[in-house]
């Protein structure tokens, strides 16, 4: 564990970039920093590895103080990924990615054969391994940024807006090859955004530092987005907290129905028998949903499946979230979000209705629990 105790950094001119900062990093998990742009967070980072020295207080490793082994050792354990990459523009994609096993004296033919692999887990094609830097794109670039910082195994990985120069469908991308390689690997990732929607997407738990390098709060997303600090935190997460919070409740318990679903080829007595229901939905013969129809706009046996309304976008209950069945839901002229298999398959229905009523039970359970842990730590104190 990376434990920050009471950090202030004071530059030369003055400036206080960290003010008394203390955190808690916790092992195989990814702390975010966020904050806006000058609050302290390259700072920070930079002091994790001693390429800045704290002006007081301390950073422990495992237990022990970062200035009690010799600087190269330390930041050996931890690989460093910066904006635009920073790579070596006369190396190729290969020997930049090998960079580090070199310096450590792996033979130069083992190296390539790690960084050959590394190019795989971070999702390169193998034929840009010859290529130099400027033959490839920003979002290859930063790519190749993390394989080179994971080329010696580091536990702990430093990560200063690595995605921020690229564009959002790229971004998108990085992230979530990032989540993938995380859980393979089980790293201890510091990584600095100044993009609250990041910091909540990748964080185990979230600083946020206020400028002026203060700690205004340092919890996990869900808790972010449920109970911001102040009105500083409040603000810096942005409108839509409500909506972006469903992003952490399941959606395995919302109560389906399956009776107002019906295959296209179904006859007239079939549709009759469920006709009771305001609209429902037309599956093909593989049970795949078509749309919504009144049940009365229905010809038995052949249904016109031109004629029905967008089903939206439909959910997997127990993999997505209650945010993305609201969706579904929202996005249907219905106001009915469809439930569907790993398979694409209809496994039922529900209204926006039923999904208000499981978020009001998402929250006022989140809330007790949070009571409960309330009294727990008061317990503890006492
Ligand atoms: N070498 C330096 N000498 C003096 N002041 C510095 C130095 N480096 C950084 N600062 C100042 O310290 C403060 C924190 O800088 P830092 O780079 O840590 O911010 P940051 O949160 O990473 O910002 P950004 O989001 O813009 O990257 C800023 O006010 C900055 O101007
Ligand atoms: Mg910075």
Redesign the pocket.
């Known amino acids: 564990m990376i434990r920050i105790d009471s950090v202030t950094k004071r ?1 030369p ?1 003055g ?1 206080v ?1 960290v003010d008394r900062l203390s955190l808690e990093v916790p092992d195989r998990a990814i702390t975010v920093l966020v ?1 806006p ?7 920070t980072l930079r002091m994790i590895n001693r390429m800045v020295e704290p002006t007081e207080g301390g950073i422990l490793l495992d237990g022990t103080d970062i200035r009690q082994q010799p600087v190269n050792t330390l930041r050996r354990s931890m690989g460093y990924v910066i904006q635009n990459a920073g790579l070596f523009q006369h190396r190729t994609i290969l020997d930049n990615i090998a960079t580090v096993p070199r310096l450590l004296g792996t033979p130069k033919k083992q190296a390539r054969a790690r960084a050959a692999e590394l190019m795989e887990r971070v999702g390169l094609d193998a034929a840009l391994a010859r290529r130099y830097p400027y033959q490839l794109s920003g979002g290859q670039q930063q790519r190749v940024g993390v394989a080179r910082a994971l080329a010696a195994d580091p536990p702990v990985l430093l990560m200063d807006e690595p995605f921020s120069a690229v564009d959002p469908v790229v971004r998108k991308g990085l992230q979530d090859e990032l989540l993938r390689i995380q859980d393979e690997l089980g790293k201890t990732i510091v990584f600095v955004t ?1 993009d609250i929607d990041e910091a909540i997407k990748l964080g185990t738990m979230v600083a946020v530092l206020r400028t002026g ?1 203060r700690l205004a709060q340092f919890a996990p997303p869900a808790e972010l987005l449920s109970a911001p600090a102040d009105a500083f935190v409040e603000d810096f997460l942005g409108a839509d907290r409500g909506i972006r919070r469903l992003s952490f409740f399941p959606s395995a318990e919302l109560e389906l129905e399956t009776e107002p679903i019906v295959a296209a080829d179904a006859d007239a007595e079939t549709i009759a028998a469920r006709s009771a229901a305001p609209y429902l939905l037309v599956t093909d013969a593989d049970g795949r949903p078509l749309g919504w129809s009144e049940p009365d706009r229905l010809t038995a046996g052949a249904v016109d499946t031109g004629q029905l309304l967008d089903h939206g976008r439909p959910f997997v209950p127990g993999t997505d979230s209650l945010r993305t069945a609201l969706d579904g839901a929202v996005l249907s002229p219905t106001g009915r979000a469809v439930a569907v298999d790993g398979e694409g398959r209809a496994v039922g229905v529900v209204s926006q209705q039923v999904i208000g009523d499981a978020i009001r039970a998402a929250h006022s359970r989140a809330a007790g629990a949070a009571d409960a842990a309330g009294a727990a730590d008061a317990e503890a104190v006492r």
Request: with cysteine; net charge neutral.
């Open positions: 530059y001119d400036t970039a904050g742009s000058g609050c302290g967070k390259t700072t100044h390098g």
